[in-house]
C-alpha cells in the first residue's frame, strides 16, 4: 500500500492540523507573483512508502549506545548487577531466588573484570555472553530441569490444561493463593507446550516450560521493534539485547517467573508499529497485549493517540478498532461463562480485595499504605486512581509524537500504578524500565521528540550561460 504523504510536508494528524502545508526552507523568499517559476515545473517526487522512513538520525550528546561504549560504564553497571544478584542469597526466603543470586553474582563480576582488562573492541561482546551464560542460561536451565519454577509458572501451565480439558482457565472456587489466576485468558497458550510434551524426559520439561516461551516472545518482539525504529541497518541488535536480557531486571524475571516478559515485548512493538503507520499489525498486537494483563490496556489509548497525531483520524480508528474488537473476542467466552471468577481472579485478587491476599508484599507506598487496614487500603486506590486521570490528562494535553515519547507516557503510568497498588513487586517496574530504554537503544537517540524532516535545498536558477547553446 503506497502512501501520498511526502517528504517535505506536514502530517495530517488530528493536532498537527489537516492542511498539508510544504515546509518552506529558511531564508526563501514567497514569489511575487502567481504561476509556475521560471525554470519550468518542479519534478514531482515519488510518493514514501509505507515503513519508509525520511527522518535522519539526529547527533544526540546524551546517546545511548555512545554511553554504553564506555569503559567505566560497562564496568559500573557489571559491579551494581553483582551486588544486585549477592543480596538474593542474603535477604530472600525463596530458594529458587536464592539459586540465581547464587549463581549470576560470579557471572557478573567475571563480566566486568573483562570489561576492564580486553581490548575495548571486543571486551563488551565477552562479557556480555559471559553474563547471559552465568545469570540466565545456567540458572534457567538448572531450574527447568528439576522442575522448579514461581507459582506463576505453574498457574499459566495449570490455566492451559484447564482450556483443554473444560474449556476454562480458571478455577470456579479457589481455595489456597495458588488457586486464583490473576491472567487473562491469552497467556494461557504460552502453557501448551507442557500440555503438549509433558514432562517425562529431560528435553521435554526445558521444552514445555512456559518459561522458554515467555523469554522467547519476548526476544522476538524487541527484535522487530527494533527493527522499525532504527534509522539504519548498520547495527546489529544482538549485543543491547544481551545486555538487557543479562541485566538483574530481566535475567532474575527469566530465570524464576517470566511471567511479565511477554507483555514487555508486544507493548514496545506496539508503540514501534504504530509510529510507523502498520495500523492493522499494531491493533492486532494490542489486542494481544490486552488478552494477557488488564494492565496492559493503557497501552491501546496511547498507541492509538500516537497513530492519530501522526497520520490522522482513520488509521487511529483502524487500530482501536482491531484491537479493541480481537481482545473482545477473546474475553468474551470468559466473560459469559465465568464472569465472577474473572472478576475476582483478574481484578480483585491483584488490588488485595479477596479473602486470600496476593503474595506480592515489595514495601513499595502502596504496600506500605495498605498495611495500615481498609483506610489505609482505600488511600492507596484514591491515589493510585488520582495518579493515572493525571497521566491520562497529560497524554490527551500532549499527545505524543514518536515511539519514545507513546513508550515513555506508558511508562509512566504504568510505574505510578506499581507503586501506588496495594500490592505489587519490584519485578513489575521492569515493564516501564524496558518501555523507557529499548526504544532508545533502537531510534538510536536519547530524546523522546521526533526529528525533523530534512529541509528541501532552494532551487538555483539556471544561468544564462546555461541554456545558450555551445558552439
Not at 526563501?28 to 525554470?39: L, V, W
Not at 482513520?314 to 478498532?321: C, E, Q, W, Y
Not at 474488537?325 to 461463562?337: C, E, I, K, M, Y
Not at 517496574?429 to 524496558?434: R, Y
Request: some cysteine.
Amino acid at each position: 500500500m503506497v502512501s501520498t504523504r511526502t517528504p517535505g510536508t506536514s502530517p495530517r494528524g488530528r493536532f498537527t492540523g489537516r492542511a498539508r502545508t510544504p515546509a518552506q526552507p529558511l531564508g526563501a523568499e514567497p514569489p511575487s507573483r502567481p504561476g509556475p517559476p521560471s525554470g519550468g515545473p518542479l519534478p514531482r517526487p515519488f510518493p514514501r512508502q509505507r515503513g519508509e522512513s525520511t527522518f535522519p538520525p539526529t547527533p544526540d550528546r546524551w546517546n545511548p549506545a555512545r554511553l554504553a561504549s564506555l569503559r567505566w560504564v560497562q564496568l559500573t553497571g557489571c559491579l551494581i548487577a553483582a551486588g544486585w544478584a549477592a543480596a538474593f542469597p542474603l535477604v530472600s526466603d525463596l530458594a529458587n531466588q536464592r539459586l540465581w543470586g547464587l549463581v549470576a553474582a560470579p557471572a557478573y563480576l567475571l563480566a566486568g573484570l573483562l570489561c576492564l582488562t580486553l581490548p575495548r573492541r571486543f571486551a563488551a561482546e565477552a562479557a556480555a555472553v559471559v553474563a547471559l551464560l552465568g545469570a540466565v542460561l545456567a540458572p534457567l536451565g538448572l531450574l527447568a530441569v528439576n522442575g522448579r519454577h514461581q507459582s506463576e509458572v505453574m498457574v499459566v501451565e495449570r490455566s492451559a490444561h484447564l482450556l483443554l480439558t473444560s474449556g476454562d482457565v480458571y478455577l470456579p472456587h479457589p481455595v489456597v493463593v495458588t488457586d486464583y489466576n490473576p491472567y487473562l485468558p491469552a497467556m494461557s497458550l504460552f502453557g501448551l507446550p507442557r500440555q503438549l510434551l509433558g514432562s517425562s524426559t529431560a528435553f521435554a520439561r526445558v521444552a514445555g516450560d512456559a518459561r522458554i516461551w515467555f523469554a522467547l516472545t519476548f526476544v522476538v518482539c524487541l527484535l522487530a521493534a527494533w527493527r522499525l525504529l532504527r534509522p539504519t541497518r548498520h547495527r546489529a541488535p544482538l549485543l543491547p539485547l544481551a545486555v538487557l536480557t543479562a541485566s538483574p531486571l530481566i535475567a532474575l524475571a527469566l530465570a524464576v517467573g517470566g511471567v511479565d516478559l511477554p507483555l514487555i515485548g508486544v507493548c514496545c512493538l506496539a508503540m514501534a508499529l504504530a509510529e510507523r503507520d502498520r495500523t492493522v499489525a499494531a491493533g492486532l498486537v494490542l489486542a494481544l497485549a490486552c488478552s494477557l494483563k488488564w494492565t496492559a490496556w493503557p497501552a491501546l489509548p496511547v498507541a492509538v493517540l500516537l497513530l492519530w497525531r501522526l497520520y490522522g483520524r482513520r488509521p487511529a480508528v483502524r487500530t482501536a478498532l482491531i484491537g479493541v474488537g480481537v481482545s473482545a473476542a477473546v474475553l468474551l467466552p470468559s466473560v459469559l461463562t465465568q464472569p465472577t471468577a474473572l472478576r475476582d481472579q483478574v481484578v480483585r485478587f491483584p488490588l488485595g480485595m479477596t479473602a486470600i491476599r496476593t503474595p506480592a508484599g515489595s514495601p513499595l507506598p502502596g504496600k506500605v499504605l495498605a498495611g495500615f487496614g481498609p483506610t489505609g487500603h482505600t488511600v492507596s486506590l484514591a491515589l493510585m486512581t488520582l495518579a493515572l486521570i493525571g497521566v491520562a490528562i497529560w497524554l490527551v494535553a500532549r499527545p505524543p509524537v514518536s515511539a519514545i515519547a507513546a513508550a515513555d507516557l506508558l511508562a509512566a503510568g504504568l510505574a505510578i500504578a506499581f507503586t501506588l497498588a496495594p500490592a505489587g513487586r519490584f519485578g513489575y517496574l521492569a515493564l516501564p524500565a524496558v518501555l523507557m530504554i529499548w526504544p532508545r537503544l533502537a531510534a538510536g537517540r536519547w530524546s523522546s521528540s521526533r526529528p525533523l524532516p530534512p529541509r528541501p535545498a532552494p532551487e538555483t536558477p539556471e544561468t544564462p550561460e546555461a541554456v545558450l547553446p555551445r558552439r
